[in-house]
């Protein structure tokens, strides 16, 4: 039996953009995909910037006791006409810094993040997780979601 | 061979809510969840007003050529930092008219979205297909998709 660690949910700031870079690319399907230099390309801090003055979005981090970034996530809130206008909460880049898996920590974000997406008035939370990953479908249905939909994606 | 409907994607307006809301109805899922009235209950109408005054959500109609609306897709694009800073774009609420179906509308309008996003500088196109919509998984691999992920939705 793993010990819980408590954690504290706050928004990204801009000097945590090397850290949550940091998380996306230490990920079998990240590491591909990401470029962590040093210093670290300018695309990440527009891209944060642009997600920044997003009303509808929030990047979070996870910061545990002593005030290190140990996981982040992104949730949009997405208003639409379906389901009687309903809005919808879409959970993006859900990551916990390796060290510190198992600790409950992905588990405190993702409760953040569906009472948060409840508190603004979305009637549904979606995310789409990649067919490989087994371990994150357990712990989504853990959460109370069903592997409901296929997700599909198109890469230029 | 069926033959092709040539139709013009365009922008929604509020007049076209009535319609929507008609065809998100019209279907095995949707039908249980909308609330097609007369007058339409006015959650619609506020849902339209938030999507239609956020920059990064374009919901569009499908317009035949006597100015019939018969198909709509809502396209959001999202800003976040995996993939080098990439932004996104997730189509949602992809319908096509019951009696129009099979002329290539909805190929018309997933091609406006997947051209759309790649010209806001997105490097990903995805979406969540509901398990059961075979056929629809069927046509969006023959537009490219893969069906990489797992859309998992929890539901209030």
């Not at 660690?5 to 700031?13: D, E, L, M, N």
């Not at 591909?32 to 801090?45: A, I, N, Q, S, V």
């Not at 891209?47 to 910061?63: C, G, K, P, T, W």
């Not at 949009?76 to 409950?104: K, M, Y």
Request: hydrophobic share 40%; charged share 25%.
């Amino acid at each position: 039996m793993t010990a819980i660690s408590p954690v504290t949910i706050r928004r990204a700031r801009r000097d945590d953009v090397g850290v949550i870079v940091g998380m996306l690319a230490d990920d079998p399907l990240g590491r591909g995909r990401e470029r962590l230099e040093d210093p670290l390309p300018p695309y990440y801090f527009r891209a944060f910037e642009a997600l920044d003055r997003d009303s509808n979005i929030q990047l979070v981090v996870a910061e545990d006791g002593d005030g290190a970034v140990v996981g982040c996530l992104q949730l949009c809130i997405l208003p639409g006409l379906s389901s009687q206008g309903a809005s919808r909460g879409l959970i993006e880049d859900v990551r916990v810094a390796t060290p510190c898996r198992s600790r409950g920590i992905g588990e405190q974000m993702v409760q953040w993040a569906i009472a948060e997406a409840r508190a603004k008035g979305c009637k549904l939370v979606e995310l789409l997780t990649h067919h490989t990953r087994v371990d994150a479908q357990r712990f989504y249905v853990r959460l109370g979601f069903q592997p409901s939909h296929v997700g599909m994606t198109l890469r230029f």
